[in-house]
């Protein structure tokens, strides 16, 4: 039954993995393609590449999700069953969640739809939940990346806009179309060093669960390089849906804003990520930088009624995955357990 369930658990996680690369295949190339400086094919190709770049160069967010979140011990019979229960129950609530908003064209958070699961669904299990590590790991960044991204790039749209407030507008648009491709590969990278260790995060926890590794062991290269695999795929299948919220619907983007937004949310990711080893939303980043770098023209220039519906669906996603993941466990607790 344990390997049955590590299997079903590990083909969950890249299936979760490969909804990510759609779902937020957006939040890479969706700039980029508004203001022109990509076609949407070569934008897409070019994020799934990144991504399984990204995915490949550390481990530490992928630490956080497997160790910091819920502790699962590791015991015989039944109670590894359940904790292997609760990582699958996890997974399903998170991928709920991914294709309720996917469908409703909101850009939520992958990563925090992965990590309400894990607390729905250990609650649920009786398990202890890490409440000191969630709010010091999960909580506080995610309240913090919105808003350094904000302020981070309408402090760097102000600087650009003086630095170029005498420019030639067509050499300097063209100029910067260029450098988004710079720009959107660098968000790239940064959304599979973020996404794609989440999912090698959990699935390392499945093994963990079963007692196949020791919380002190590294990430076995094929979670590595599978996870790497399955994000990048989702990717290049393309998020559309979402990728007119933010390319369009949000603000109206030239290229000086689309590359600032860009290169600000990579700055975000790369900090969170190696710095702080906290899996923070790509999602909630970019688009916080895309409307700060909005706000500098007016107010007005962001469309506030979207960004509205935007926060909302940020607000619920913990909580939902979490009822979601919980009533997942109860039902498959029955069937499994």
């Avoid at 992965?114 to 790991?137: H, M, N, P, R, Y």
């Avoid at 795929?233 to 849906?241: E, N």
């Avoid at 933010?246 to 900090?271: H, T």
């Amino acid at each position: 039954m344990e390997v049955a369930l590590v299997l079903l658990v590990v083909a969950l996680a890249l299936g979760f993995d490969y909804t990510n690369g759609f779902h937020d295949a957006s939040n890479a190339v969706a700039t980029s393609v508004s203001t022109r400086a990509l076609t949407p094919r070569v934008a897409v190709v070019m994020a799934a590449v990144m991504n399984f770049v990204g995915a490949l160069l550390g481990t530490s967010v992928a630490e956080t999700i497997a160790t910091s979140i819920v502790t699962l011990d590791v015991r015989e019979g039944s109670h590894a069953s359940a904790a292997l229960v609760v990582v699958l129950a996890a997974l399903v609530g998170a991928i709920g969640w991914n294709l309720l908003t996917w469908w409703r064209g909101l850009p939520s958070s992958s990563s925090h739809a992965l990590i309400g699961g894990l607390v729905g669904a250990g609650l649920a299990g009786s398990f202890v939940v890490q409440w000191g590590e969630v709010l010091d790991k999960v909580v506080i960044p995610m309240v913090l990346s919105p808003v350094i991204g904000f302020t981070l790039a309408f402090a760097l749209m102000i600087g650009v806009l003086w630095r170029f407030r005498n420019a030639r507008p067509g050499p300097t648009t063209r100029g910067f179309r260029l450098a988004q491709t710079v720009s959107a590969a660098a968000m790239a990278l940064g959304h599979g060093l973020q996404d794609a260790q989440k999912t090698m995060g959990v699935i390392f926890l499945a093994l963990l669960s079963a007692g196949w590794v020791r919380a002190d062991d590294a990430i076995p290269l094929w979670v590595k390089l599978l996870a790497a695999l399955a994000i990048s795929l989702g990717t290049w299948s393309g998020g559309w849906r979402i990728m007119r919220t933010l390319g369009r619907r949000l603000i109206d983007l030239d290229p000086p804003r689309g590359f600032v937004a860009e290169s600000v949310s990579a700055f975000v990711l790369y900090v969170m990520a190696m710095g702080l080893h906290a899996p923070v939303s790509t999602t909630q980043t970019i688009t916080s930088a895309i409307m700060g770098v909005g706000a500098t023209r007016r107010l007005s220039a962001v469309r506030w009624g979207v960004a509205g519906n935007i926060g909302v669906a940020w607000l619920l996603t913990i909580p939902a995955a979490a009822l979601v993941a919980a009533g997942s466990y109860a039902v498959l607790a029955a069937v499994l357990l």
